[in-house]
C-alpha cells in the first residue's frame, strides 16, 4: 500500500512540473523550459508562438522552423498549434552524463523579416537508474592478524542520476566482525569502507560473507547489492602505505602517447616477499581509464597509453593499488586525479542558421543578407572567438547575442560592376597559437533600373537614294542597358517632329523591338532633300529610363530627270524652231544657241549638246558644252536654202537621260545680222542720217558697260563670301528667315528694249532665300552669261549652264531643283 501511494505521488509531481515548465520564461531575448527526461514523443513542452507573441498565421506566412544545436532532432514543431513538441526519448545521462546541469539548446529561426531566437530546454533528472556495481560479487583477503579498525575500500556504486536521484547512502548487511563506514572525499563522492570491529580468529571462521548495499535518494528509493566473500589469511600483517593518500596532477591534452603522468610510492615495513611491493590500477577501474593510463607495476609510474582530449573527457579519477608479496597479500590504496589542460587544437565553426538571402543593388546599410553563429569547442581563450571580414568589403557582421551575428549590409552595391560576391569570413580564436577556419557565403545582388539605355552614337548620318521602294528599310539603330532582366529590355520609338509641316511619322515607322527604321513612301530629291528623325529608346524597368538619338537621312539624287530645253522658246514647247541666217555668213557664225536644264543635281545635271541629225553636216556645228549652233564653213551657192539640224541633249547622269531639239534655218540672200550693223553703225559716227539714233546707241553702250561693271563686282563679293558654303549668286536677298521647303529655282527672262536680262529666283528647306540678276547685250554675239550652280559633288566654278546674251525678245519660265547650302 505504501508503495502505491508513493507512484502516485511521484506521478502527481510529474504532472505538476510539466504544467510548471509552462510558466518559464526568457530573460533578454531566450525563452527557457524545463521538461523531465524520459517523456513520451508527441509530449508539449511549450507553446512557441504564443510565447514568441506570434500569431497562428505567422507560423506559415514567416516560415517559423527550430534547428537544435545538439546535432538530433529532439523536437519538432507542431505548425498548426505553434508547440513544441519532444520529438524522440531524451536520456538525461546519455546527453549530460553527471553534469548538475543539462540544458538543449534550440534555434528559432523567423523569415519575412529574418529573425533568431534562442531557446533552452532543461531537461531534468528522473530517478529513472538504480544504484549499480561494477561487479556483483567481490572477494577481500584479510589477514587474521588485522588490527581491529582497520578500513578496507569497497567497491563504490555508480548511479547516473543525479541530484537527490543520486546516490545518497551504503548499508551493510549485519556481521559481528565488520562494520560499514562511509567516507566522503572531494566533490562529495562517498566511498565505503569496511571496518574491522573485533580480532579475526581464522580458525573459528575463515570467511565471512556481506552484502553491500547502495541506495540512491529517489522518491522511491532504488538500490543496488555486491556480495562480498572476505577471506581470513594468515601471517602477513602489514599493508603497504602510500606517501599520499591522494594524488593530483594536471597534463596537457597533447601530450604524446606513452608520456610520463606521475609516480606513486608506497612503503611496507615487512621485510622479505612481505615487504615487495607491486603495484596496479584499481580492480574497480573502469575500461575507459585502462584504455589511457598504464602503471608500471614496480615503480609505480603512470603514463599514457593514447591522446588525450579535453573536449571528450576533462577530468579522470581512479585508485592505485600496492599489493605485497606475503602470505596472505596485503594491499594499500591511493586516489589519483589527473587533469586535462586545454590546448588549443579545435579550430572554430562557422555555421550558417539561415541561407543568404539576394539583395537589391541599391540596399541600404544595415540591410540582413544572412544569420551565422559560430562556435568552438575548446575552453578558455582556446574557445573565444573573433570573426574578420576583408577589406573593402560592402558587407559587415552585427553580432546579436550568444555567439550569435547577422550579415548586414555596409556599403553601396552596383550590379553592373560586380553581381556576385562571394564573402569570405575567417574565424579566429583566441589560443596560441591561434587557430582559424573561413566561411564563403555566396550573396547575389538583384538589379535595379539604374542605367538609361545608350546608343552606340550619339547621331546617326542615313544617305538613301531617292525613288526607293516604300517599306524598304532605311536604318537599324541600336542602344545597350547595362541593366538586367526587364529593366535591360528596350523599346525604340520616333518622337513626333515636323519635316515640310508634315509629321515625321508619315514619312518613315520603326520597329519597336530591334530599332529598323523603313521607309512609308518613296523619296523625291527633288522635293526634299534631307530631314531628321529623333529616336528614343525606353526601357522596361519600373520607372523606366529612356535616352534620345538622331537620324539624320539624306536623300541622294537619281539621275531620274531628262534635259529640258527652254530656248528656242518653240522647241521647249514641243515645235520646231525656225531660224533665218543669211547665204553671206562666214565660217564661225552664231546661227543660234540651244539653252536646256535639267532638274538632277551634280554629274546628272551636266548636260552636253551634239548633232544627231544635219541637212548638211559639213555645214553646221553645235558647242558640246555652250550649245551653240555656229558654222563650220561659209555658205556658198550650192547649200540648199532650208536646213534641218537634230541636235540631242544629254545629261551625265547614269543612265543616261536625253532630248531632242530640231531647228530648221532658212538661208536668204541680203539678210545682215543685227550686230554687225550696229557695229558698223558705231564705227561711222561721221554719217548724220539719224542723230537721235546715235544717242540712243550711245546711251545704251553706256548702260551696258555700268550693268557689267555692276555685274562684275557683285560676282567678285559673292566668290569671296559664299566660298565656305558652296553657292554663289549675284544677288543674295535679306530674307535670311523665310524658308519654303516646296520653293523651286526660277528663272525668268526679259526684255526692256534693247536691253536684256535672266533673273534667278529660289529657296529650299536648307538654303536661304536666292536671288540672281544679270544683266545682257545683245549687241555682242559673245555676251554670254554663265549662272555658277553649286554641288557636293562639283567643284564650285564648273559650268553648269550658260546662257546666250542674244536671246530673242520673249519672255519664258522653267523650274528646276534649288540648290542645297550644305
Known sequence: MTKRMRIRDWGWQAIWWQHFILLWTSIHGETRYSIPEEMEAGSVVGNIAKDLGLGLTDIFERKLRVASEAGKQFFRLDEGKGELLVNDRIDREALCGQSSSCVLPLQVVIENPLQLHRIEVEIRDVNDNAPSFL??????EIAESTAVGVRFPLESAEDPDVGTNGLKMYSLSKDESFTLKVKEIENGRKIPELVLSK?????????????????????PAKSGTSKITINILDINDNVP???????KIAVRENSDNGSFVLTTAATDIDDGLNGEIEYSLGI???????????????KGDIFLKKQLDYETQSSYRFDVSAKDKGFPKMEGHCSVQVDIIDVNDNAPEIVLTSEPSSVPEHSRSGTVVALLSVRDVDSSDNGKVTLQLPKGSPFALKPSFSNNYALIVNGSLDRERFSDYSVEITATDSGSPPLSSKKTIPVTVTDVNDNPPVFSQSSYNVYLKENGVAGSILFSVSASDLDSGENAKISYSILDSKVQEVSVSSYVYINSDNGSIYSMHSFDYEKLKVFE??????????????????????????????????????????????????RSAKAGHLVTKVTAVDADSGHNAWISYKVAEATDASLFTVNQYTGEVRTKRSVSEHDDSSQRLLIEIRDDGEPVQSATVTVSILLEDGLHEPILDLRHKVSEPS??????????????????????????ILAVKCMRSSRSSGACCMRRSDC????????????????????????????DMMSQSQSFRSCMSPMSEYSDFTLIKPSSTTDFKEVISVLDASLPDSTWTFESQQVSRK
Open 135 to 140: 561487479n556483483s560479487d567481490h572477494v577481500l
Open 199 to 219: 580480532p579475526l580468529d581464522r580458525e573459528k571462521k575463515a570467511a565471512h560473507t556481506v552484502f553491500l548495499t547502495a541506495l540512491d535518494g529517489g522518491s
Open 241 to 247: 602505505v602510500f606517501e599520499h593518500s591522494f594524488y
Open 284 to 298: 574497480h577501474t573502469p575500461p575507459s581509464v585502462l584504455s589511457v593510463f598504464h602503471i608500471d607495476p614496480v
Open 533 to 582: 528623325i529623333q529616336v528614343q529608346a525606353k526601357d522596361q524597368g519600373s520607372p523606366s529610363l529612356s535616352s534620345n538619338t538622331t537620324v539624320h537621312v539624306f536623300i541622294l539624287d537619281q539621275n531620274d530627270n531628262a534635259p529640258s530645253v527652254i530656248y528656242p522658246s518653240s522647241a521647249a514647247m514641243g515645235s520646231l524652231s525656225h531660224q533665218r541666217m543669211p
Open 687 to 712: 554719217k548724220k542720217s539719224d542723230r537721235l539714233a546715235l544717242y540712243l546707241i550711245l546711251s545704251l553702250a553706256s548702260v551696258s558697260v555700268l550693268s557689267l561693271v555692276t555685274f562684275l
Open 736 to 763: 535670311e528667315d523665310y524658308k519654303n521647303p516646296n520653293r523651286n529655282l526660277q528663272i525668268q527672262l526679259n526684255t526692256d528694249g534693247p536691253i536684256k536680262y535672266v533673273e534667278v529666283l529660289g529657296g
